[in-house]
DNA sequence: ATCAGGATTATGTATGCACATATTAATTGC
DNA sequence: GCAATTAATATGTGCATACATAATCCTGAT
């Protein structure tokens, strides 16, 4: 007969809701039922519609049942890729250069990104990414020396910035922020474009639990898109 | 004593695994061990395994176990948002004004995005989202009348094109890409913003199984960012 | 009519157990 | 020594059961 995977339950409660057997909004049947039609237990009926509630596509609440969701939410698991493997999956050589190094620059939105006084140090960094020796993307970022002392003292002729912080600081959590911006004089020499030329532009700022470590401002050199799939 | 839901399980060995009590790419102990050393069963840990296994922590495979991944990889839920829903959510009032709409415009870009032919009929439609009567973003579509007829004779002035093809189509998948491009003469008119200024832009063709339902491109009025959390 | 509070109910979770499955390690046969 | 087979092992999964928890419904008092 057929399986009682919880795998299978799931595609089987999906496909009934494709084919709009339960539809946008209304309530489907607990789960109680389902495994006395089924044929399985209750257990596995509950790991399966736990697996679509996860995806978006019921929602459940104890005591209102499982419903199917009036709108569906249309998520995607985007992986903020790391620019060497940007430069590298296309074929390319990637390389990248260390332009700006130093603890003088205070700026007062990274410190405001960060939540942090004018007393926590802060090395400050900006770094031309290159694809086949082609400027790719520039990176201005900020590290909290405090959280990571180290880095004061890190090689980055090797590794990049970012690459170095994930090594160090692996596990930590952050904001993302994607935008348009118009590119300065200063930056738009960096990646040879026309000043005022649309940047595609990504803020990111990482944590460890109430710290934050670093702040950084990408801009990609147009042409340049982010596609994932939902 | 300590609770041993799977949900606690899970936080204790997230806590030892950024504690560094197991470093990258090792190899955790095994559920059993788990199970005894917390006092729980191996199904507890079997679930608060899995669960960081989704999230990206660790890697597990049969026979060879659970391991931390060696290099952490950010990715984010990142959920693309129905323009009514971000306008409102920042207290404004939604509207939306349906500029053109015809079958006339017979956009070359947007047939191969769709990876239609010339013979399909396409309905193009440009719209102008508002935010408090203040544009928000312009849209412009193409939907495919042979996979949707019935949007051809739809009524837009209540639902917009994207909230009805999600309640007449909801279960598709979809590309999505996300740019910064310079605004148009056109666009910028009906945002009223400077020619050229650096757009937002989010690229979405939709798919039901092999056909495609719609492409549209979204350029948002600046300053507009696109936040979410990894 | 309205509100408080308890009964009801659907999902959430923990557990012990059995068996499935994938993969490595060991062993056997040549 | 090498390949094929077999054993060992860690995770994957299904099930029956029991209890927890949250939300709703209903009842009854005011």
């Known amino acids: 007969m057929t399986a009682t995977t919880h795998h299978a339950i799931r595609e089987r409660i999906r496909a009934r809701i494709k084919a709009g057997e339960y539809p946008l909004g209304t309530r489907i049947p607990g789960e109680a039922e389902f495994a006395a039609s089924f044929g399985c237990s209750r257990t596995t009926v509950n790991r399966a519609l736990r697996a679509l509630a996860d995806e978006g596509i019921v929602e459940r609440r104890r005591k209102g049942g499982t419903r199917v969701r009036p709108l569906p939410v249309p998520q995607a698991q985007l992986t903020i890729p790391l620019v060497r493997e940007q430069v590298e999956a296309t074929g390319r050589r990637y ?45 201005r970022r900020w590290v909290n020396l405090w959280a990571v002392p180290a880095f004061a003292s890190a090689d980055l002729s090797v590794l990049s910035a970012n690459e170095w912080l994930v090594r160090e600081v692996p596990f ?8 348009a911006a118009a590119a300065s004089e200063q930056v738009a020499a960096v990646l040879r474009v026309e000043p005022g030329a649309a940047l595609f532009t990504l803020d ?15 801009s990609y050199r147009p042409p340049y898109t982010l596609d994932f799939a939902i």
């Open 204 to 218: 990111r700022t990482t944590w460890l639990d109430e710290a934050a470590i670093t702040t950084m401002t990408l």
């Open 95 to 139: 390389s990248h250069r260390v332009v700006v190094r130093g603890t003088a620059s205070t700026d007062a939105a990274a410190r405001r990104r960060m939540r942090l006084g004018d007393d926590v140090p802060l090395m400050h960094l900006e770094t031309l990414h290159l694809a086949d020796e082609q400027p790719f993307a520039f990176e």
């Open 172 to 179: 930590s959590s952050g904001e993302v922020s994607l935008s």
